[in-house]
Antibody, heavy 119, light 110 residues
Framework: QVQLVQSGAEVKKPGASVKVSCKAS????????INWVRQATGQGLEWMGW????????GYAQKFQGTVTMTRNTSISTAYMELSSLRSEDTAVYYC????????????WGQGTLVTVSS | QSALTQPASVSGSPGQSITISCTGT?????????VSWYQQHPGKAPKLMIY???NRPSGVSNRFSGSKSGNTASLTISGLQAEDEADYYC??????????FGTGTKVTVL
């Protein structure tokens, strides 16, 4: 069965960077886009960007241009999301999700990774 | 890209039907049939309920249905049940080759 397993919770200081991983199993990793979505406590979902694991091509929400980088290691079927210049407002649960159909919806999600930014 | 507009809350009694709206622009909701809906219970990852405006994934109850008119998409839950109490989010593809979520709607079963 399709599974996306994310790395564990992180605590970072303001100005630092964080890299969250998303290991895929149960399907051909390079055949489906990986998207990243975050959710601050008590807030709504926020789409951050997508990555094509086959080509490495990416597309980011304008808000995250310049601070987010999405990469992959196809040999271990793992996608990564790195967010730099962290601020307290970046404290959130970060999810990876597999793009299905035309990449327009997300059936399979990771369990979420809590990133806390605090001095 | 601004978030799509949803009502903050919608409520209904068991057995009733409710509808959640999701309003965008011609650059997102109105321009593409790529609207999806997600249900999220507290502390859980979102769950896909409707994709491509009106399609239901395998395993999702047929009490959930989706539609679209112009720049507004809608999710209808018929025969409301206690387990439907959750947050619901719409999402749309945009003309910038990105995606945007709605502001979210809390559904309460009275």
């Amino acid at each position: 069965q399709v599974q996306l397993v994310q790395s564990g919770a992180e605590v970072k200081k303001p100005g630092a960077s964080v890299k969250v991983s998303c290991k895929a199993s149960g399907y051909t990793f390079t055949s489906y886009n990986i998207n990243w979505v975050r959710q601050a406590t008590g807030q709504g979902l926020e789409w951050m960007g997508w990555m094509n694991p086959n080509s490495g091509n990416t597309g980011y929400a304008q808000k995250f241009q310049g601070t987010v980088t999405m990469t992959r290691n196809t040999s271990i079927s793992t996608a990564y999301m790195e967010l730099s210049s962290l601020r307290s407002e970046d404290t959130a649960v970060y999810y990876c999700a597999r793009g299905d159909g035309s990449g327009s919806y997300w059936t399979h999600w990771g369990q979420g990774t809590l990133v806390t930014v605090s001095s | 890209q601004s978030a799509l507009t949803q009502p903050a809350s919608v409520s209904g009694s068991p057995g009733q039907s409710i509808t959640i709206s999701c309003t965008g622009t011609s650059s997102d909701v109105g321009g593409y049939n790529y609207v999806s809906w997600y249900q999220q219970h507290p502390g859980k990852a979102p769950k896909l309920m409707i994709y491509d405006v009106s399609n239901r994934p395998s395993g999702v109850s047929n009490r959930f249905s989706g539609s679209k008119s112009g720049n507004t998409a809608s999710l209808t839950i018929s025969g409301l049940q206690a387990e439907d109490e959750a947050d619901y989010y719409c999402s749309s593809y945009t003309s910038s080759n990105t995606f945007v979520f709605g502001t979210g709607t809390k559904v309460t079963v009275l």
